[in-house]
């Protein structure tokens, strides 16, 4: 099927929940991608909290300051080279797997069969005028901040009660 762009119309409506989409799949992507570099930090700021550093030898401690560097370092390498921003096409095509039909899709394309048949265009006339009636229906499609299946021994929750402990 040949691909072209919205009309005028339709994408004057989607404007703002695509933007609120795109908006909410970047935090998406920062939450996915840099868990592990705020757990880390929880974790120290809450040991200096604690005042661990006051307890254990000055050896233990610039060994466990190495570690924590090292990790964060390593955590905040992983998270710049995983993280992409989502693009307009990314987010509406979230927002358009979220209304029946595909609507969006559906305005985008061209009648592949039936050019020049007037009976067929009429059809073809009718499908896009319900697509459009969809489109007015659009709404921003929540983020998915679920992190269980990245961090399934929950450190992030560990980290997170251990600086509220400290607070």
């Not at 099927?1 to 998406?28: D, K, N």
């Not at 550093?53 to 466990?64: K, M, N, R, T, Y």
């Amino acid at each position: 099927m040949e691909r072209r762009g919205l009309p005028s119309g339709p994408r004057s409506r989607l404007a703002r929940p695509q933007a609120l989409t795109r908006l909410g799949m970047v935090c998406e992507r920062l939450t996915r991608a840099f868990w592990p570099l705020w757990s880390i930090l929880f974790v120290v700021v809450a040991a200096v909290m604690f005042g661990l550093h006051e307890v254990i030898p000055l050896e233990a401690l610039w060994g466990l300051g190495v570690l924590s560097v090292l990790g964060a370092g390593a955590a905040l390498w992983r998270g710049v080279s995983t993280f992409r921003w989502p693009s307009r096409q990314d987010a509406q095509d979230r927002l358009d797997a979220t209304l029946p039909g595909r609507p969006i899709a559906t305005l985008a394309d061209a009648q592949a069969i039936g050019a020049g048949d007037a009976a067929s265009e009429a059809v073809w006339a009718a499908h896009q005028r319900r697509m459009e009636e969809r489109v007015q229906n659009a709404k921003a499609v929540s983020p998915d901040l679920k992190l269980s299946s990245r961090d399934p021994f929950v450190l992030r929750y560990s980290a997170l009660v251990a600086l509220v402990m400290a607070l």
